[in-house]
T-cell receptor, first 115, second 111 residues
Framework: DTEVTQTPKHLVMGMTNKKSLKCEQHMGHRAMYWYKQKAKKPPELMFVYSYEKLSINESVPSRFSPECPNSSLLNLHLHALQPEDSALYLC??????????????FGEGSRLTVL | QKEVEQDPGPLSVPEGAIVSLNCTYSNSAFQYFMWYRQYSRKGPELLMYTYSSGNKEDGRFTAQVDKSSKYISLFIRDSQPSDSATYLCAMCGQGAQKLVFGQGTRLTINP
């Protein structure tokens, strides 16, 4: 079982809705990530939080808004999404500066469908 | 040209076969090389981790890195149906927070 927990597993929303994806880890990791994955494609990095501060934003549209309330939690707030935003959204964590570079622990993902 | 090239397959082999998966890359700054395995409807999981050049073995899995050729490989011995998954190579440079992934190779092991 993964030690990165994502909720909900599935989400269907309309283009005018506001929803949030949640991610939690209790491994003491200090870096957390949001990735987007389309079918038969590799994960695409969206955001990185390092020590609870946003360190990377890969020019993601403002309809996606990340939040890191504390070192264990990561949220992704969704508003006015488009059908092309339908994808698997993956949360990951890593030890950060003290850990092995590139060693990420992924959650099982939240499958988002935008109607 | 993509920074990391990986044949997407699909690749289908009989149970017990030796599987060879490969990636090439162009960025000589890459020092950390990973193979992630992703089962259908699941998140990726780290399978093998290698720093710089050389070989690493873990059970039926062997990872090889040839930095001079900018080429990495994953070998699976005595392949099992449970190895059926998508295998993603990934790499990054020193201190990097962003991994560069290959396209992923879909592998099916037939009983």
């Amino acid at each position: 079982d993964t030690e990165v927990t994502q909720t909900p597993k599935h989400l269907v929303m309309g283009m005018t809705n506001k929803k949030s994806l949640k991610c939690e880890q209790h491994m003491g990791h200090r870096a957390m990530y949001w990735y987007k994955q389309k079918a038969k494609k590799p994960p695409e990095l969206m955001f990185v939080y390092s020590y609870e501060k946003l360190s990377i934003n890969e020019s993601v549209p403002s309809r996606f808004s990340p939040e890191c309330p504390n070192s264990s939690l990561l949220n992704l707030h969704l508003h006015a999404l488009q059908p092309e935003d339908s994808a698997l959204y993956l949360c990951a964590s890593s030890q950060g500066l003290q850990g092995r570079t590139g060693e990420l622990f992924f959650g099982e993902g939240s499958r988002l469908t935008v109607l | 040209q993509k920074e990391v090239e990986q044949d997407p397959g699909p690749l289908s082999v009989p149970e017990g076969a030796i599987v060879s998966l490969n990636c090439t890359y162009s960025n000589s700054a890459f020092q950390y090389f990973m193979w992630y395995r992703q089962y259908s409807r699941k998140g990726p999981e780290l399978l093998m981790y290698t720093y710089s050049s050389g070989n690493k073995e873990d059970g039926r899995f062997t990872a090889q890195v040839d930095k001079s050729s900018k080429y990495i490989s994953l070998f699976i011995r005595d392949s099992q149906p449970s190895d059926s998954a998508t295998y993603l190579c990934a790499m990054c440079g020193q201190g990097a927070q962003k991994l560069v992934f290959g396209q992923g190779t879909r592998l099916t092991i037939n009983p």
